[in-house]
T-cell receptor, first 113, second 111 residues
């Protein structure tokens, strides 16, 4: 079974630039999560999709972050404009509705200079 | 919302000893409790999980115990090996809601 795919794996940008991340979940997984993981901390949920609808985006900084999941499969997360404090690993995960076991992708390591 | 606290933040043990990491939570409706292992620069990997209708679950050297009354659950690793060195995260979940993660425990197993 193929796992969760993410790209790019690494990205370096300057502050105020834009960046986009892509995630392809495990086939058949209805739920997709985007997490931000700052060094030394646990993953923090940014947004959770169920199929192509948003379940929770309460911790998404909506003035600069946006995400979509067209057709309920792939998803993109965008940051525009980026700030220094956005430097982190962005993890995508997916799960079935039941059981809800999450599977994580390899992450995208973002460095904002 | 849920509040998950994880202790200790760092744990150093000698190879062969046992390691115990504890998490407490606040939402009594939480009913699924996974543990993840994250090696440096890698993705979190599920190592064991437990549901609220079970008090203990074991998988070889790893076990998880759950006390619903006290709202805490613990990860137990016996006969630790150097390859167990990693950061461990607990998490909680309730039906169709989001996961809440602990702050992580850095486990160092000294050979």
């Amino acid at each position: 079974e193929a796992g969760v795919a993410q790209s790019p794996r690494y990205k370096i940008i300057e502050k105020r630039q834009s960046v986009a991340f892509w995630c392809n979940p495990i086939s058949g997984h209805a739920t997709l999560y985007w997490y931000q993981q700052i060094l030394g901390q646990g993953p923090k949920l940014l947004i959770q999709f169920q199929n192509n609808g948003v379940v929770d985006d309460s911790q998404l900084p909506k003035d600069r972050f946006s995400a979509e999941r067209l057709k309920g499969v792939d998803s993109t997360l965008k940051i525009q404009p980026a700030k220094l404090e956005d430097s982190a690993v962005y993890l995508c995960a997916s799960s079935l509705l039941w059981p809800e076991t999450q599977y994580f992708g390899p992450g995208t390591r973002l460095l904002v200079l | 919302g849920e509040n998950v606290e994880q202790h200790p933040s760092t744990l150093s043990v000698q190879e062969g000893d046992s390691a115990v990491i504890k998490c407490t939570y606040s939402d009594s409706a939480s009913n699924y409790f996974p543990w993840y292992k994250q090696e440096l620069g890698k993705r979190p990997q599920l190592i064991i999980d437990i549901r609220s209708n079970v008090g203990e679950k074991k998988d070889q050297r790893i076990a998880v115990t759950l006390n619903k009354t006290a709202k805490h659950f613990s990860l137990h690793i016996t006969e630790t090996q150097p390859e167990d060195s990693a950061v461990y995260f607990c998490a909680t979940h309730k039906n169709f809601n989001k996961f809440y993660f602990g702050s992580g425990t850095k486990l160092n197993v000294k050979p």
